[in-house]
């Protein structure tokens, strides 16, 4: 893949994403890779171990604001986290290139740039819930969820929402999925997500 956000870059921070792209019909490459390099970038940024979390959540804030409006001081703090990170890590060099990744997504088509800044939205929130919840300036006992609603919102928030976008985007460029039904099939798109997501939980049991 010659693009050089699609290919180098996304290959370099991706793992079988990068595969998985390569599969997807031409219309669903460009905004599904898109929301890949965005949803990876704001996790870069609220993993920096090089920056304390007031500043993280202060990032994640400035990500945010930028999807909706494009006056956001986000760059500036990017600048500030690169100097301050591994210069040669795929990571970083995505920070680097997130202004461009930026202006592919505000010329996405308005449905599909809804789709995603939802999806982002959802995701960045979850983030700043993580940081807040489970994750201070010094080691913490581990962090149980209380309720049952608590977990549903998690597993939502990390992985739910991934599988509503996805069954969303399909629906919206391939004609022969167009006849799926618009409230039954992102919740079972929702429910895959979450299952994944409890799989990976499960699997981290020691």
């Given at each position: 893949?010659s ?5 180098p ?14 599969v ?8 599904m ?16 171990p ?9 990032a994640?804030d400035y990500?945010r604001r930028?999807?909706r ?7 500036k ?5 690169c100097r ?6 795929s990571?970083?060099?995505l ?9 592919r997504y505000?010329?996405l088509?308005n449905?599909?740039r809804?789709?995603?800044s ?9 983030m700043?819930?993580d940081?807040?919840v489970?994750?201070?300036?010094n080691?913490r006992p581990?962090?149980?969820?209380k ?6 919102s998690?597993t939502?928030s990390v992985a739910g929402?991934?599988?509503?976008f ?7 460029h391939?004609p022969?999925?167009s006849h799926?039904?618009p409230?039954a099939?992102?919740?079972m798109?929702i429910?895959?997500g ?13």
């Open positions: 893949m693009d050089p956000l699609l290919g870059l996304l290959k370099g921070v991706s793992r079988s994403f990068f595969l998985t792209l390569w997807l019909p031409p219309d669903l490459k460009e905004p890779g898109l929301a890949y390099l965005l949803a990876r970038a704001a996790d870069t940024l609220a993993d920096l090089s920056v304390n979390l007031p500043d993280r959540l202060l994640l990500f930028r999807l409006e494009k006056d956001s001081p986000l760059f703090y990017i600048a500030d986290a301050a990170g591994d210069a040669g890590s990571e970083i060099i920070l680097r290139r997130l202004s461009d990744c930026l202006q505000d010329g088509e449905g599909d809804e789709k995603v939802r999806l982002l939205m959802t995701l960045t929130q979850g700043m819930t940081l807040t489970f994750h201070g300036e080691p581990v962090v149980a969820l309720t049952r609603r608590d977990l549903e998690y939502y929402c991934v599988g509503k996805w069954t969303e985007m399909v629906m919206a391939r022969s999925c799926w039904d409230e099939m992102p919740q798109g429910r895959f979450q299952g994944l997501q409890m799989t990976n939980i499960l699997r981290d049991l020691p």
